[in-house]
Each structure stands twice: as C-alpha cells, then as structure tokens.
C-alpha cells in the first residue's frame, strides 16, 4: 500500500509512525514545503522516501497535514491528481470551509474530512509520536459524502490507530470546537502575554510556574503558524465564544468589587462539575 503524508510534522509524522506500525505491506511517501523536516522524517525512520504532487496518481492513502489555509489551497489539487479508489484525509482543525470548497470537485467521493482530537504544543517531526490517537476522538464529517470504499478503508484505518469515531456535521464540528480547543488556546496565549507584560523579570515568572501557571499557560507554546489560519477561518464562531467567556471575565471582577463572596463561592463551586465532566480524561 502507498500512503502519502502531505505535511511530516507533528500530526503527519504521528499517523506514519502508527501506519507503519499497523500496515504489513506499505511504503510511507512524504511531501513537506521543508526539504530539513522531510530529511528529519526519513531519519526518524517514519518517512521511507520523498515524494512529489506528481506521483499521487500512485497513492491508495493520501494525508494532508499541514496548516489549514495551506490545505485550502492543498486539497483540491490532491483531488485533481489521485485515482478514482484513493482515499484522501486531511486531519486540520476547521472543517466547514474546506468541505464547501471542495463540494463540487469531480473526485470528491475520495475524500473524507476528519479532526483528530490528540496533539501536543510542539510542531515539526521531531515533535511525532506514536501512539498519539489511541483511545482518542477522530470527529468525522459529511462521511455520507464519500464513497462507500474510502469510508470502509478510512473506519479500518482508525480503528487500527485505536481511535473512537464521533460523527458531525462540519458546520456544528467548527461551532463546538470553537468553545473546547480555539477559546482555549486565545485564553492560555492572553494569559501569557498579561503575566509577560507584568513580570518584567521572567525569574519571577519561573519560580512561581508550579502555582498553575505552566499548566494553565501550556497551549501558549503553540505555534502561531498553524493557530492564525485556524482563528481566521473560524472567526465567527470564536467571536461568539469570546463575547460569552468575556461577560463571565467581567461578572467575575464585579463579585469581586462588591465583595460577593458567597457568590464567587458559588461561581467555582459550580463549575467543579468539570471534574466529572472530564473523568478519564489526563
Ligand atoms: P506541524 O507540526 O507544523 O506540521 C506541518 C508540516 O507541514 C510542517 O512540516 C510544515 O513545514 C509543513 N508545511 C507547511 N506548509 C506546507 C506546504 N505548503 N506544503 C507542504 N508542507 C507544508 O503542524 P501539525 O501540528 O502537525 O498540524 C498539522 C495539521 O493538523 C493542522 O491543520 C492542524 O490544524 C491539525 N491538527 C493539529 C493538532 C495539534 O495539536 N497540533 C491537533 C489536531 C489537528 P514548516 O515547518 O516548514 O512550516
């Protein structure tokens, strides 16, 4: 089998280092705007050869991974060159744009949109690790529209990289994970720009990181290259979710200016619930 990884960095490498991993029989192409981060993947041992656009007529897998706005432009040139049995994926972080854009493409039956919920804050192929997707969510979208021999090979694939599936629409998957994955990341990235701005001394900032801080500012390390193009094509969903996290940022400061101690009691109180909600989840 041929899978071609568009893209050999953290989420690219990961899924070779799996595909290797749970495929007897298959030869790992990869295709990366960096020449250094192709010859890092073919190092590492999960990348066997590069490749190019030109030979994708060859592919039975094709992954795109990398940024979304570059996936944008990506997509729908794998589609113009893979086979008509080919089975395309891309693993970015929006859904709704990428899936209207590519709505008429001749070969959109080849293609399935698909989010994996597992990653870290590092980027690159260095940052690849095996393993990544097991007992992980991979969100699934619009599956109805591709065809019945990619689903089949796309849902063997998953379960043998030990992910759940969950099924949306791409609209809802870019409403919801709005809320869940891109608020929280502005919040870590905002967080870390008030406490740098404030603690002039970075010493500080070091001998006080175990008092929540490194934990609650850990997205802030992410790189702005993949999260600008994710903000962009989310926007308004994110403007939404930030209105509602910034009321709640107010109504919080003004308990406090009216010493409302009962009800900032109660504030976190309620929101302990999220113990239970996130069981079983690190
Ligand atoms: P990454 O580690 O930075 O890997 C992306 C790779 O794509 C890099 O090697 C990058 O090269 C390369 N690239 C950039 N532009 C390219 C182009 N025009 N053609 C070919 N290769 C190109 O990023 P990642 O974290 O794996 O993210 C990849 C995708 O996964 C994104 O769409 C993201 O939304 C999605 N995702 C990420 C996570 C996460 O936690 N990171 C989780 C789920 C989904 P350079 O380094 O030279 O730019």
Known sequence: MNVFVIGVGLIGGSIAIDIKAVFDDVTVFGIDASEDNLETAISLGFIDKSSTFANLNEADIVVISVPVDITEIVLPQVL???SENCLVFDVGSTKERLCTIIEHHSNRACYLATHPIAGTEFSGPKAALANLFRGKVNIVCEIEKTGLQ????????????GMRICYMDAEAHDKHIAYVSHLSHISSFMLGKTVIEKEKNECNIFDMAGSGFASTVRLA?????????????????IIDALDEYINNLTEFKKLMQSNRNTDIFNEMKNTNRIKDILKGIE
């Open 80 to 82: 113009d060159k893979v």
């Open 150 to 161: 990619q689903r089949e090979l796309a849902l063997d694939l998953f379960n043998r990289l």
């Open 221 to 237: 390390k992410s790189s702005p290259t993949m999260w600008t193009p994710i903000f962009n094509q989310n926007k308004e969903n």
